[in-house]
């Protein structure tokens, strides 16, 4: 679920807390019926009830339309790789394959830092299977040539997901964040 849905949510929750609340306060009977009549006329005779009314009902049809489409190729976080082996399935977590492609990354000369990001779209063919969407954000060192470098990332990680994992059409996608000079970044990260 993306950020704004969630923000959206969130504000609903809020308000239909307010109605319940506001139920039960008029169903005991602490305000007189006439007070609550009076109020509401007059809240209904006001152009920014009308404008709230109106964004509620677009935030209505927005997450309705959010909730009823199938087309979104994104698949979640949570999710893991689907496998097929001889003997069955074999569920495969991102978080694996994420570790898995920043130890390739990190092995690579001139490779000072790497950020690694993950998601799994699905193929536009019938069978919608999923493919990985790797997102490498790195930091090389000055003295490396980036070129050689992105393919040598690019080429180790795709041979490491054809031969052991059996994935052959990952996209790997590869952002130099930056070009450091300094050469004491270059120590290996302890885990």
Not at 60 to 69: D, T
Not at 84 to 93: A, D, F, L, P, R
Not at 139 to 167: A, T, W
Request: overall charge positive.
């Amino acid at each position: 679920m993306s950020v704004i849905n969630r923000i959206i949510l969130f504000f609903y929750a809020l308000a239909f807390g307010a109605v319940s609340i506001l139920t039960m306060v008029l169903f005991a009977r602490f305000i007189p019926d006439a007070q609550i009549w009076n109020e509401f006329l007059y809240l209904c005779s006001r152009m920014e009830t009308v404008v709230v009314a109106v964004v509620i009902f677009i935030c209505s049809l927005y997450l309705l339309i959010q909730s009823l489409s199938t087309h979104s190729n994104d698949v979640s976080t949570n999710e893991a790789v689907i496998v097929q082996g001889k003997m069955g399935e074999v569920n495969i977590s991102l978080t694996a394959l994420k570790d898995m492609a920043d130890k390739i990354a990190r092995s690579i000369t001139g490779v000072r830092d790497v950020k690694v990001r993950l998601k799994m779209t699905k193929a536009p063919t019938k069978d919608k299977t999923l493919i990985p969407n790797f997102k490498l954000k790195l930091i090389v060192g000055e003295e490396s040539n980036i070129v050689s470098i992105s393919d040598e990332i690019k080429q180790q990680l795709d041979i490491y997901l054809n031969k052991y994992i059996g994935i052959e059409k990952a996209k790997i996608d590869i952002n130099v964040e930056s070009i450091s000079n300094n050469s004491t970044n270059n120590k290996k990260r302890v885990v």
